[in-house]
């Protein structure tokens, strides 16, 4: 059952010497099983966290395991813009190149509150935090071409909208819900850069894990009653990371650039998830209020 349930592996063979990957929130849960396996594969591997001691441990870890000493550590907290232009004008400074960009960090079911800019902290760190990050790496991504990056969604991106006069959550506010808005967000997000990217060699896809035992249930009691009392049925976080690396590394699927992923294949997403005109006017709202220029 286990087993039927936890369907969908990587079985690509690729190796990765001399290519760079940035995860981000890689010290723990998926993002760690998938900095471990592009590490496996001879990466040169950025665990980017907020909690840098944490990482460095996991990276200790990490080095121990695959022998691999390019497991670097460096600051990144999602929830400030200062944080993430920091985080991307020395990783810029350091690397010539990146391939991978796994944007996995996440929050879910928060108690209201903000970002240091002031956006609701579930659209601020799962949708603006990586849509700002990818904005600051995509013309090293560009020069890196083919290269890819992959934005963790969720299945829960059908119970969202995308409110754009409640964006914040001042107007109205429910955890559960503006963790679905946010994961629906990543979608249109998704599918709007794979867009914008087309020729550019540079390809984009989002996936959903599938239900796995992290951190993320921390915020709340509910979560981690259901999580422990259907354990059985729960993917281990080497699992949760299947469908990030399939679509990080499998050969031939540039083709499918935009497409969400699930179990390692494509999967169906919900109709506000394919509305053309909400991912245009989300893409330029987001970069409004990041202080972006629009093209």
């Known amino acids: 059952m286990r087993k039927m349930l936890s369907s969908g592996v990587c079985t690509s063979t690729i190796q990765l010497p ?15 099983e998938t900095a471990k396996e592009l590490a496996q594969r001879g990466a040169r ?15 200790r870890e990490i080095q121990i395991v695959t022998g691999n000493q390019q497991v670097l550590v460096r600051k990144l907290d ?11 004008k020395d990783f810029l400074a350091e690397e010539k190149h990146l391939h991978i960009l796994i944007n996995n960090a996440g929050v879910m079911m ?11 902290m579930h659209m601020g760190v799962n949708h603006l ?21 992959v934005n963790v969604s969720s299945l829960a991106h059908h119970l969202g ?62 979560m981690k009653w259901m999580w422990w009392l ?10 949760g990371a299947q469908t990030s690396l ?17 179990d390692c294949r494509v999967a169906w997403v919900s109709a506000q998830a394919r509305n053309e005109t909400i991912a245009r006017r989300l893409w330029d709202v987001s970069c409004d209020l990041l202080g972006i220029p629009m093209d």
């Open 161 to 222: 909208r995308i409110h754009f006069h409640n964006l914040q959550g001042e107007k109205f506010y429910s955890a559960g819900l503006a963790y679905c808005h946010s994961k629906l967000a990543n979608i249109l997000f998704t599918q709007e850069l794979a867009r914008r990217l087309k020729g550019s060699g540079v390809t984009t896809y989002s996936v959903h894990p599938g239900t796995v035992n992290s951190e993320l249930v921390r915020h709340s009691s509910f």
């Open 45 to 59: 591997v950025y665990l980017a966290c907020r909690d840098v001691q944490k990482g460095e441990l996991v990276a």
């Open 110 to 120: 928060c108690p209201y509150s903000k970002t240091a800019d002031g956006f609701e």
């Open 129 to 149: 935090g990586h849509f700002l990050l990818t904005h600051l790496l995509l013309e090293k991504l560009k020069e890196s071409a083919p290269s890819r990056v």
């Open 18 to 32: 001399g290519k760079v990957a940035v995860v981000t929130g890689a010290n723990t849960g998926i993002g760690k």
């Open 246 to 262: 399939y679509c990080a590394l499998t050969e031939g699927l540039e083709i499918l650039s935009g497409h969400h992923f699930s």
């Open 230 to 239: 259907f354990s059985f049925f729960i993917k281990t976080p080497q699992e």
């Open 78 to 88: 999602l929830a400030d813009t200062k944080s993430i232009r920091a985080f991307a």
